[in-house]
């Protein structure tokens, strides 16, 4: 059954640092995501992508945040200048259709970031 | 805004033990709301789903009945098994200024634990 995949699972990084965390949606889909999860907190939207743009983004999705499809198959999500409150982890979603509700988003097993 | 509120976990069950986990919601006009599943290493899987009041979600032995008048969409299942230990989310999609890709809003997540 076709899935979504991250890497890498577990990132260790210094605050200050850039880091770029990947997705590989499946195949077919049109519609991607990335959401995150501080520990203890709710999951929380970070931004769609549809077509080569960010289609909609929240208020924690700020200029130190950027995505990417780069090759056709690949995701990433990448922060500039990592914050220690950037620990968190990562989901990447990805779903056929964008209509709300209509189409369930596939989730991949998340990345957990560590700013040290 | 929207938001879910769910109850806090961790929840401890003995197996065949009845099971509910509630969740509550708050958004204008008619969201369409969901259960999500976190098994241990895994992604999020979409467990069940209701598109419209009154509408009943069901899979594995899970419902939830979607009930606009108490704005509510709690998960039960009659006996529960040791294999549905997991972190369980619920969560709301409706669209925002005109978006259409489904954004979700999750509520915190409970941990089950079911025991022998």
């Known amino acids: 059954e076709p899935e979504v995949t991250q890497t890498p699972s577990h990132q260790v990084t210094q605050m200050g640092q850039e880091v770029i965390l990947r997705c590989v949606p499946i195949s077919n889909h049109l519609y991607f995501y990335w959401y995150r999860q501080i520990l203890g907190q709710k999951v929380e939207f970070l931004v769609s992508?549809?077509?080569?743009?960010?289609?909609?983004k929240s208020e924690i999705f700020d200029d130190q945040f950027s995505v990417e499809r780069p090759d056709g198959s690949n995701f990433t999500l990448k922060i500039r200048s990592t914050k220690l409150e950037d620990s968190a982890m990562y989901f990447c979603a990805s779903s056929p259709h964008g209509l709300a509700g209509a189409y369930e988003q596939y989730f991949g097993p998340g990345t957990r970031l560590t700013v040290t | 805004g929207n938001s879910v509120t769910q109850m806090e976990g961790p929840v401890t069950l003995s197996e065949e033990a009845f099971l509910t986990i509630n969740c509550t919601y708050t958004a204008t006009g008619y969201p369409s709301l969901f259960w999500y599943v976190q098994y241990p290493g895994e992604g999020l899987q979409l467990l069940l789903k209701a598109t419209k009041a009154d509408d009943k979600g069901s899979n594995k032995g899970f419902e939830a009945t979607y009930r606009k008048e108490t704005t509510s969409f709690h998960l039960e299942k009659g006996s529960v098994q040791v294999s549905d230990s997991a972190v369980y989310f619920c969560a709301l999609s409706k669209p925002d200024r005109g978006s259409t890709l489904g954004r979700l809003y999750f509520g915190r997540g409970t941990q089950l634990t079911v025991w022998p």
């Open positions: 992508f549809y077509n080569n743009e960010i289609s909609e």
